[in-house]
């Protein structure tokens, strides 16, 4: 088998989810295709749920020990047959015709290594949401489409994982790094397209769907600032001054003033200001992250976002 795409679908742990994800490309219109599932480690009911899966398209790579998501991504790509490789997460899901269009806009390209993603719908318990909410402008740089808002909603510029497809040859050029504990996903847009001959195109269609279930996980538990503070100081070259500060103030500083400590607020805002360039809008998303509570700022948000419509009543969309 010579497959033209292969999916690749890191896991761990989450078979009920993994089958899902699995059938939604199996399902997909475009069939030149192949599935590497990477099993991040040791984990047998995974195993015995693939291999109840008949489907000669199908791959399974078990790995013996953890490499973390990044790392199975990488394993992945390493073993795969197509020439063209999309990204899916274990607990997401595509929609039928994914690949299909994917591929067409990656084969009009005038791009030797484009990059072509696609909206997603957001399904959290209040509602679906559909990201990115707007498309990057004329000449807007990546990096500040990426990290920076121009507006109080979340969502503006994200480019989720599950909706990325590129070339093969791009991410054996580009690797995603293992040594992030998060942030792989920026990371990796950055440095890739500072690589030569490669652009980014954003499809109009939402195409997968990004599941984000409630969370238990306590905010402490769950953040680490100054390990995102150290990524955009050893990223500062990939982004540009805008992008830096709004990073900090808005990224950085969201987690410091979610684990209480003020005794960072000054010196990450004197950060932002001395090396990035800092807009209105990011001076007043961190003020707002300090000393309005985290729960009104969400009941806020989602108010709004029934008032502008960025809440999407999407229920009647089969998979």
């Given at each position: 088998?010579?497959?033209?795409?292969?999916?690749?679908?890191?896991?761990?742990?989450?078979?009920?989810?993994?089958?899902?994800?699995?059938?939604?490309?199996?399902?997909?219109?475009?069939?030149?295709?192949?599935?590497?599932?990477?099993?991040?480690?040791?984990?047998?009911?995974?195993?015995?749920?693939?291999?109840?899966?008949?489907?000669?398209?199908?791959?399974?790579?078990?790995?013996?020990?953890?490499?973390?998501?990044?790392?199975?991504r990488n394993a992945g790509v390493?073993?795969?047959?197509?020439?063209?490789?999309?990204?899916?997460?274990?607990?997401?899901?595509?929609?039928?015709?994914?690949?299909?269009?994917?591929?067409?806009?990656?084969?009009?390209?005038?791009?030797?290594?484009?990059?072509?993603?696609?909206?997603?719908?957001?399904?959290?318990?209040?509602?679906?949401?559909i990201y990115p909410r707007r498309?990057?402008?004329?000449?807007?740089?990546?990096?500040?489409?990426?990290?920076?808002?121009?507006?109080?909603?979340?969502?503006?510029?994200?480019?989720?994982?599950?909706?990325?497809?590129?070339?093969?040859?791009?991410?054996?050029?580009?690797?995603?790094r293992t040594d992030l504990r998060?942030?792989?996903?920026?990371?990796?847009?950055?440095?890739?397209?500072?690589?030569?001959?490669?652009?980014?195109?954003?499809?109009?269609?939402?195409?997968?769907?990004?599941?984000?279930?409630?969370?238990?996980?306590?905010?402490?538990?769950?953040?680490?600032?100054?390990?995102?503070?150290?990524?955009?100081?050893?990223?500062?070259?990939?982004?540009?001054?805008?992008?830096?500060?709004?990073?900090?103030?808005?990224?950085?500083?969201?987690?410091?003033?979610?684990?209480?400590?003020?005794?960072?607020?000054?010196?990450?805002?004197?950060?932002?200001?001395?090396?990035?360039?800092?807009?209105?809008?990011?001076?007043?998303?961190?003020?707002?992250?300090?000393?309005?509570?985290?729960?009104?700022?969400?009941?806020?948000?989602?108010?709004?976002?029934?008032?502008?419509?960025?809440?999407?009543?999407?229920?009647?969309?089969?998979?």
């Amino acid at each position: 088998m010579n497959p033209v795409v292969s999916a690749i679908i890191p896991t761990r742990n989450r078979p009920e989810v993994l089958i899902r994800a699995v059938n939604s490309v199996l399902g997909q219109t475009y069939q030149d295709l192949e599935v590497i599932v990477v099993v991040d480690g040791p984990d047998e009911p995974t195993l015995k749920a693939l291999h109840q899966i008949d489907d000669s398209r199908l791959r399974i790579i078990a790995l013996s020990a953890s490499l973390g998501g990044a790392g199975a991504r990488n394993a992945g790509v390493e073993s795969a047959q197509g020439v063209w490789i999309a990204f899916l997460d274990d607990d997401d899901e595509w929609f039928p015709t994914k690949i299909e269009l994917q591929l067409a806009a990656a084969e009009q390209s005038t791009s030797g290594l484009p990059i072509i993603a696609c909206p997603v719908i957001a399904r959290r318990p209040q509602g679906d949401f559909i990201y990115p909410r707007r498309h990057p402008k004329p000449s807007e740089p990546l990096s500040e489409y990426l990290l920076a808002r121009n507006s109080l909603s979340f969502g503006e510029g994200l480019l989720q994982t599950s909706g990325i497809f590129t070339k093969r040859e791009l991410l054996e050029k580009v690797p995603f790094r293992t040594d992030l504990r998060k942030h792989q996903d920026w990371d990796w847009l950055l440095r890739a397209t500072n690589s030569q001959d490669v652009e980014v195109k954003i499809l109009e269609q939402p195409l997968a769907i990004w599941h984000r279930p409630k969370q238990n996980k306590s905010i402490s538990s769950t953040l680490d600032w100054s390990h995102s503070l150290k990524w955009i100081q050893e990223s500062r070259n990939l982004v540009s001054p805008r992008a830096y500060a709004a990073f900090v103030l808005v990224e950085v500083g969201a987690q410091a003033a979610a684990q209480g400590l003020w005794t960072e607020f000054l010196p990450l805002l004197w950060q932002a200001v001395r090396i990035g360039r800092p807009q209105p809008i990011d001076f007043f998303l961190y003020f707002g992250m300090w000393f309005i509570p985290r729960d009104t700022r969400h009941l806020y948000r989602w108010l709004r976002g029934k008032k502008t419509g960025d809440t999407q009543n999407i229920g009647s969309v089969q998979i």
